[in-house]
């Protein structure tokens, strides 16, 4: 059994979207064992009591400075000592220490086709205003391995997403969200659980068979 621990700052749609993939089993083999929301106004906490998960918060703000928050966050994931930490918008940059102790064991979900629309500041509703500000024709989202830099590491899966005329920033984010986030994120959690990836020369590769 894989025991996830995911991190949230917002809405939760994507940590929805993980409960509900392991309620109706599109992914199997794993267990969500906690929730982490640096956010305490957050709704994904509240989808997570809903599910009898519990919820904890872990904000920067909290502490005195950045690297307090840093240990104290270490430290509480490596008391939960999940098997894979989810990162479904987390808002909170990973500390290298986190990165170091659970190396390969952190994914995220980007909302856009990396390396386009990421990297520092490219976060939420900023990513698809600034595709249509470039007047992208196509988006996308991405699940990828963390590992030090910023949305750098080796990427998992990824779906392309048509951007439309009329978009606005909403409603190009919903489109992606549906059309490939909810879809992307469960997949590669069942993926992880049942060992059909592993990672060689820093590429996400399959499993033969699987
Ligand atoms: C999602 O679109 C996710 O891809 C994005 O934040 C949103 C969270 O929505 N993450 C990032 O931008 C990370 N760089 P949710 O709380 O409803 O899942």
């Given at each position: 059994?894989?025991?996830?621990v995911?991190?949230?700052s917002?809405g939760g749609t994507?940590?929805?979207a993980?409960?509900?993939?392991?309620?109706?089993?599109?992914?199997?083999?794993?267990e969500?064992?906690?929730?982490?929301?640096?956010?305490?106004?957050?709704?994904?906490?509240?989808?997570?009591?809903?599910h009898?998960?519990?919820?904890?918060?872990?904000?920067?703000k909290?502490?005195?400075?950045?690297?307090?928050?840093?240990s104290?966050?270490?430290?509480e994931?490596?008391?939960?000592?999940?098997?894979?930490?989810v990162l479904a918008?987390?808002?909170?940059?990973?500390?290298?220490?986190?990165?170091?102790k659970?190396?390969?064991?952190?994914v995220?979900?980007h909302?856009?086709l990396?390396?386009?629309f990421?990297?520092?500041?490219y976060?939420?509703?900023?990513?698809?205003?600034?595709?249509?500000?470039?007047g992208?024709k196509v988006?996308?989202?991405?699940?990828?391995f963390?590992?030090?830099g910023m949305?750098?590491?080796?990427?998992?899966a990824?779906k392309?997403v048509?951007?439309?005329?009329?978009?606005?920033?909403?409603?190009l984010?919903?489109?992606?969200?549906?059309?490939?986030?909810?879809?992307l994120?469960?997949?590669?959690i069942?993926?992880?659980?049942?060992n059909?990836?592993?990672i060689?020369?820093?590429?996400?590769k399959?499993?033969?068979?699987?």
């Amino acid at each position: 059994m894989l025991r996830i621990v995911v991190c949230v700052s917002g809405g939760g749609t994507n940590l929805q979207a993980i409960l509900d993939a392991i309620d109706g089993g599109k992914i199997t083999n794993t267990e969500v064992i906690a929730v982490i929301s640096n956010n305490p106004g957050a709704k994904a906490l509240d989808r997570a009591k809903a599910h009898g998960i519990p919820g904890m918060l872990m904000s920067p703000k909290s502490y005195s400075d950045r690297e307090a928050f840093n240990s104290a966050f270490t430290e509480e994931m490596c008391r939960l000592a999940p098997d894979l930490v989810v990162l479904a918008g987390f808002l909170v940059r990973i500390p290298e220490e986190m990165v170091a102790k659970f190396s390969n064991r952190i994914v995220n979900i980007h909302p856009s086709l990396i390396p386009s629309f990421c990297g520092v500041g490219y976060y939420g509703l900023k990513v698809h205003e600034k595709v249509l500000e470039r007047g992208a024709k196509v988006t996308g989202a991405t699940v990828h391995f963390v590992n030090e830099g910023m949305d750098e590491g080796p990427i998992i899966a990824q779906k392309a997403v048509e951007v439309l005329e009329d978009d606005t920033p909403e409603v190009l984010q919903r489109r992606v969200m549906e059309l490939a986030e909810w879809i992307l994120l469960p997949q590669a959690i069942d993926d992880i659980a049942n060992n059909r990836l592993f990672i060689e020369d820093g590429r996400v590769k399959r499993s033969s068979g699987a």
